[in-house]
């Protein structure tokens, strides 16, 4: 087997499904794993106050933050400021969200694997109060 090279200019950007995200978010399919490799990535990036719903990953996350910045917070736990240059684990199966400030846009890379099929499970929208909430307990 050779290579694969997707060449800069070629990999297709969409919009962030309204299911599973608020606001505006792009996101570019970097890698989709194939058997036997587990591991997908992509670029995703949020406009401000854009963010995910609450989801979880079965084998966990990797973001590595490339522009701007964000917010990230655990079921139960307070928000954290993320900004370019921070690299976040998410262990398996810890309930999330992620996105942009309410001023600033935010870019990230997301590396995941994929269990049966699956590298996310998505469950509820975060509310603009919590989001609100998490914004005012960041700053």
Known sequence: MDLIIRKNGTIP??????????????????YEANE?????SAVVTFEPSARTNWHYHPLGQLLVVIYGTGLIQTWGSPPRKIKAGDVIWTPPNVKHWHGATATTAMTHIAIQEKLNGKTV???????????????SASD
């Open 13 to 30: 950007f969409t919009k962030g499904d309204p299911k599973y995200f608020t606001g505006n978010v792009i996101v570019e399919q970097l």
């Open 36 to 40: 036997p490799s587990r591991v997908s």
């Open 121 to 135: 499970e998505w469950l509820e929208k975060v509310s603009d109060k919590e989001y609100e909430e998490a914004q």
